[in-house]
């Protein structure tokens, strides 16, 4: 084992991270303004990227204006799960499992959608950056991976930004921390929880339209990518969005820790035993602060 | 509305009803009962790739078969999708079953949807032309369950004698925990006999999106060659955007024009062992070749190649015994040898297939498309 060799595997690991967090992030968001965990926010991000694609191949429109669409896209899937399911099902005081089952049928209905509507075969969007590498000594390191870090960072800080600074934010937050109070205050707590899946809506194609031009796209990849989103949530604290971004690069990282040090045939029984473990030490997650719940 | 207008429009109704609700057949100049055949693939699920493509080949070989029919009746595919799920394929292969008058099933398209439905056909004596290589040692026993792709052990075969015929000393294998660890298994058995170092063997989880770390293991092994067993697009950039300079080889799940476009430059020069080269097609495939292209406006690969062969093999069976034989009869002129139209087939074989390694065609993606390497395997 090379030094090369590890600063390579850790450099993997931390671009997976990195996509991991803000699949977490954007489930993190939803959970903590509705107390609605997402089964479907994976497939937000295959959304945001499949619409991307076929706006940038088929519309032949600049790369640019097809991430907006993509982004656009991702928005007004949340707006719609929220308006169509969530809130019908709130209002008919429809439990947390009936919640959960509903995202997970969602999910494998958005899956046979672009099936469909797009079809089976794989799609892959182009670098930021062009195709081009980074050498860090014997380290190579796509420019589209820096990037990736990159705006991953920025978005978290906006995130940040968002829910202190802005009147919206704050207001989002009231609607989830105490509906009641924020209506008497006049908050729209139902709109408020629209905008929270429109958050994790964009926060999801973000996520996705930034792995496409990395591990590609297709039809069937939901699940898998919730299920990575979900890890790197529940590992930080479902209720804290920061924390799901520290969750996705403990996941990452522990993930190519063991391919590097075991075998890469472990990397997903790693990965979901470090997770197992931290659930049973702090069942709340490594960053959680009291249990909050959203309305 | 009078009454004639009334029973008109009933009869319209009626018609268009049937029409769009009954099984799809071609009829050309043949007449009479149709002989029923059931067909299984996977248009959903993370089949959907191959079954999709399967789908094109079977309409299309109904309906050349139409055009003289078996004995003077037609064909009739009833097709069912598996949903690539071997729970799903049992339910629609029982419900194909209780159609009235099917003579034998195609498919399905995968290995685990073709374990499960083997042992219901061969339970009940149904002749069962299966569109995926033989998969656990017990199908064996199933001896009117024929299979129109190689075993994993031809497979593994095919890319071992590559890496000898290369003088490749020094091998990596990247795979996946699915279709690439049954080749992965095989090579392990046979990889002793050849003068091979194997440097690295890396696994990923089928459901992984992203196998860089392994890749990155791959690389750090300095390999002369990788045998990449996958069907996903994915490992294949991974190793060339960690600049991975070995030659890359993988088996025929790769072999798929979309999977190769999505591979995108990191398919240039990767060398495949499948069957199908298209763009130069031998004589015994051009017929199939031109017809694909004609009806489609794209090429066929291996998947489409063996769908098409399935109903073929059919055919010249029902043709040769009659559509009424009965399983024990289509079964046994199965059992023997069959020049298909890209590969000789020996049914009578233990593995059901008879495929041999010097059948395997060796190509390279270069500039956009398949061209024929005169590499040729040993048996």
């Not at chain 1, 850790?10 to 991991?20: E, Q, W």
């Not at chain 1, 195709?131 to 420019?143: A, F, I």
């Not at chain 2, 593994?156 to 020094?170: I, S």
Request: proline fraction near 5%.
């Amino acid at each position: 084992m090379t030094s090369d060799l590890v600063f390579q595997v850790l450099a993997s690991g931390i671009t997976n991270g990195f996509v991991y967090a803000l699949v977490g992030l954007g489930l993190s968001v939803i959970y903590r303004g509705s107390n609605v965990l997402n089964a479907a926010q994976g497939d937000f991000a295959i959304v945001g990227a499949m619409v991307t694609v076929v706006m940038l191949d088929r519309a032949k429109l600049p790369y640019a204006v097809s991430c907006v669409g993509g982004i656009a896209a991702g928005a007004l899937l949340g707006a719609l799960m929220e308006r169509l399911v969530v809130r019908p099902m709130l209002r008919r005081k429809a439990t947390d499992d009936s919640m959960l089952l509903a995202t997970v049928g969602l999910g494998f209905l958005i899956a046979a959608v672009i099936l469909v509507t797009v079809g089976k075969a794989p799609f892959f969007l182009p670098q930021f950056g062009g195709e081009k590498s980074v050498d860090l000594g014997n380290v190579t390191v796509q420019r589209h991976a820096l990037i990736l870090i990159a705006t991953a960072v920025v978005v978290v800080g906006a995130l940040a930004l968002f829910y202190k600074s802005t009147h919206l934010g704050q207001a989002m937050k009231a609607a989830s921390i105490d509906p009641e109070g924020a209506t008497t205050i006049g908050i729209d707590v139902a709109a408020m929880r629209t905008a929270t899946f429109v958050l994790g809506g964009v926060i999801g194609s973000v996520a996705g339209i930034l792995q496409t031009p990395l591990i590609g796209v297709s039809f069937a990849m939901g699940i898998a990518v919730t299920l990575k989103g979900v890890a790197a949530a529940i590992l930080g604290g479902l209720v804290n969005p920061m924390g799901a971004v520290a969750g996705g690069l403990i996941l990452g990282i522990a993930e190519s820790a063991a391919v590097l040090t075991l075998s890469s045939a472990y990397q997903n029984i790693a990965a979901m035993a470090l997770l197992i473990v931290i659930m049973i030490v702090m069942p709340n997650g490594i960053f959680a602060g009291a249990t909050r719940r959203g309305g | 509305m009078s009454q004639f207008t009334r029973r008109g429009f009933s009869v319209a109704a009626a018609v268009t009803l049937l029409s769009t609700t009954s099984p799809v057949f071609a009829q050309g100049s043949v007449s009479g009962a149709p002989i029923k055949v059931g067909v299984l693939y996977s248009s959903t699920g993370p089949l959907a790739l191959t079954g999709q493509a399967q789908r094109d080949a079977y309409l299309l070989a109904q309906k050349v078969v139409n055009q003289k029919g078996i004995n003077g009746r037609p064909i009739e595919l009833v097709m069912e999708d598996d949903a690539s799920n071997p729970d799903t394929a049992v339910t629609k292969l029982n419900s194909l079953l209780a159609i009235p008058g099917i003579t034998a099933v195609l498919g399905p398209s995968g290995l685990a949807p073709s374990v499960a439905t083997g042992g219901i056909t061969s339970a009940k004596n149904v002749p069962q032309i299966v569109t995926a290589g033989i998969g656990l040692p017990a199908e064996r026993e199933r001896k009117c369950v024929f299979h129109m792709m190689p075993p994993q052990q031809i497979n593994a075969a095919g890319l071992l004698a590559y890496a000898d015929g290369v003088k490749a000393k020094r091998v990596a294998v990247l795979y996946d925990s699915g279709f690439g660890t049954a080749v992965m298994n095989a090579v392990k058995e046979q990889g002793a006999k050849y003068p091979i170092e194997f440097v690295a063997a890396e696994k990923y989880d089928l459901a992984a999106t992203d196998m860089s770390s392994q890749s990155a293991k791959v690389k750090a092994a300095n390999p002369d060659l990788v045998f990449v067993l996958s069907a996903s697009p994915t490992p294949f950039r991974n190793l060339r955007q960690l600049k991975v300079s070995a030659p890359l080889i993988t088996p025929i799940a790769a072999a798929v024009y979309e999977t190769v476009k999505a591979m995108g430059d990191s398919a240039e020069d990767v060398i495949f062992v499948d069957y199908l080269v298209p763009e130069t097609p031998r004589a015994r495939e051009k017929e199939f070749v031109d017809a694909f292209q004609a009806e489609y406006k794209r090429l066929p690969k291996n998947f489409e190649a063996a769908a098409w062969e399935s109903v073929m093999l059919l055919t010249k069976t029902l043709r040769q015994v009659g559509p009424d034989a009965g399983s024990d009869k289509v079964c046994a002129a199965i059992r023997g040898k069959y020049a298909g139209a890209h590969t000789d087939y020996d049914f009578s074989q233990p593995d059901m297939t008879g495929i041999r390694v010097s059948s395997f065609v060796y190509s390279q993606w270069k500039g956009g498309k398949f061209t024929r390497l005169p590499f040729v395997a040993k048996d």
